[in-house]
């Protein structure tokens, strides 16, 4: 058996993505890690940071990121694609640049894809996720969160990364260009695996948070939005992460290969713990607007954590462990 790992990013590290630390996270259970590495800043050291690693298997391939061609994420997703395809593992396990695993999850990844190996109806496997918000401690688990989802793969051709590579779907005949497709696509069918991804996307410094989101927005909504909302002062101000009293509290451990990025942490003066709940930002998240906000109380405090039209991007096949 082979397990092929792999990621992709561009100006990682410079805005804040733990993307070394991601790699070495699974490096111990992968006999190749492949990184697409977009055409970067001069000042960003992300293929510095890869190169400290020291690993035979790891293998970087630099590419250039087209923003017009694959607008609202897609190029996420095409990037994605560029690296996957350049696997040669029986299972495939992408890790986004903010993700990792807890090395307690190792053995259990590895012993699920040997288990799985020759049954050849299961497409792909289904992690369970903590979303970190703000600092190490606390984490959101409201309506707008996915709580599972898709990060090995078989590595069959038709099974591309989908929409702004969150997931992955069977698309045959694919186009290589409108990752956003519909119509003649097919769910993957999954195995679930009990483990978690660790999520770390939303664990910046406020100030530099906004310029992620300046980013993310401008490769979601397009360059002329995002101009616009700059010229309107939308990302003056720093970042508002709410009030963190009234999240989920997380008490276990981190994975010990991030430890030194943690050790960085020195913005919590800039967090807030009384107030309103809810982040105080010009340009809202998903979870702070009303409607949502209204849905994730019902689920909570009505329906026991039950979610209300939760989407689904997997078939579970029912296997046991």
């Not at 406020?206 to 616009?228: A, T």
Request: charged residues 30%; contains cysteine.
């Amino acid at each position: 058996m082979k397990i092929s790992g792999f990621s992709m990013g561009k100006n990682a590290h410079k805005l804040y993505y733990p993307m070394r630390y991601a790699i070495e996270s699974i490096l111990p259970i992968v006999d190749e890690f492949v990184v697409a590495l977009g055409d970067s800043d001069d000042d960003d050291e992300t293929r510095r940071e890869i190169e400290k690693i020291k690993s035979n298997k790891l293998r970087i391939i630099d590419t250039v990121w087209d923003i017009e061609k694959y607008p609202r994420g897609m190029e996420h997703a095409h990037q994605t694609d560029i690296a996957m395809k350049e696997c040669s593992g029986d299972w495939l396990f992408y890790l986004q640049s903010d993700e990792l695993v807890h090395e307690k999850y190792l053995p259990v990844i590895e012993n699920r894809c040997r288990e799985l190996l020759n049954d050849k109806d299961i497409e792909g496997l289904l992690f369970k996720y903590h979303h970190f918000w703000g600092d190490y401690q606390h984490i959101q688990d409201t309506h707008c969160w996915y709580r599972k989802e898709i990060r090995i793969v078989r590595n069959i051709p038709e099974i591309h990364s989908w929409e702004s590579a969150q997931s992955f779907r069977k698309i045959p005949d694919f186009d290589g260009i409108n990752y956003r497709q519909q119509e003649n696509t097919f769910k993957l069918k999954v195995a679930e695996l009990d483990a978690y991804i660790y999520h770390y996307g939303w664990v910046r410094p406020p100030s530099v948070m906004q310029n992620k989101i300046q980013v993310f927005s401008m490769n979601h909504k397009g360059r002329e939005l995002v101009e616009k909302q700059i010229r309107e002062k939308k990302y003056d101000k720093i970042f508002d992460y709410g009030n963190l009293k009234k999240l989920t509290s997380f008490k276990d451990s981190h994975p010990a290969v991030l430890q030194p990025w943690i050790d960085k942490y020195d913005w919590s003066g800039q967090l807030r713990f009384e107030g309103p709940a809810r982040s105080l930002n010009p340009v809202k998240n998903k979870h702070d607007k009303p409607r949502y906000r209204v849905v994730s109380w019902i689920e909570k405090y009505l329906l026991f954590g039950n979610r209300l039209g939760e989407f689904k991007n997997y078939r579970i096949i029912k296997r046991s462990t």
